[in-house]
């Protein structure tokens, strides 16, 4: 019995940090919200211990600044550290573009056809949050078509920085967030490896200018309270 309520108890830990995760890397938080562990323990409906297990692995991860159970913010980004993670990003979700192209198949392509369709919409809509869900979407379709499950975790890791950045910028952003996906896509139908990997670069790198314009000016919002 004492094996079992341990092995609960860590699975409930498990599934409490991958939906804090998630919710990170799809953009539900921007940089400067302030989260409150007693909001977030109603929120899944748990005691608070499993809620500051994850917000102390994510401080780990860099992801969150812990100061005091008071004081838990979403991070900033100085403009070498994006610039340093735009850089591994390019290595690493161009392999990832590569491969998937040497294996697309059409299944894949609708899948990616549909998530863009979906992701016009809410651009149109001005649906923040929907929008850079299905924009993540995209990208980590990429090392799971290309089959590349320890990719995908490494990135997962990278995105949890980029994810809220990335919201804070959608809206501003507007088209160029998805507009180099569809060259992306292009290439995958024709099995192009190589156009694959140069237009999921033009995508982080051209795609990814209103996120380093925030940060250049100063404009992330690093006061914002939740």
Known sequence: MPEFTTLEHENLNSTVYSALC?????????PGDRLKIRDLAEQFGTSVTPIRDAILRLANDEAIIFRSPRDIRIPGLSE??????????????GLAAETAA????????????RILRENEQAIDAGDRLKG???????????????GLPVL????????????????????QGGRAMIDHHYPVIEALKRHDSPAA????????????KPILERIERGEERQTRKA
């Open 132 to 146: 850079t869900e299905l924009n993540q979407a995209f990208h980590f379709m990429l090392p799971q078509i290309a």
């Open 197 to 208: 990997s140069m237009a999921i670069v033009d995508d982080i790198l051209l795609g990814g």
């Open 80 to 93: 070498s550290r994006y610039r340093e993670i735009r850089a591994i990003r390019i290595r690493l979700e």
């Open 152 to 171: 995908n975790g490494i990135l997962r890791r990278l995105w949890l920085q980029m994810g809220p950045h990335i919201s804070d910028a959608y809206v």
């Open 102 to 113: 040497q294996v697309a198949t059409s299944a894949d392509i609708e899948v990616l056809e």
């Open 22 to 30: 998630d919710a990170l890397i799809q953009g539900r938080f921007q």
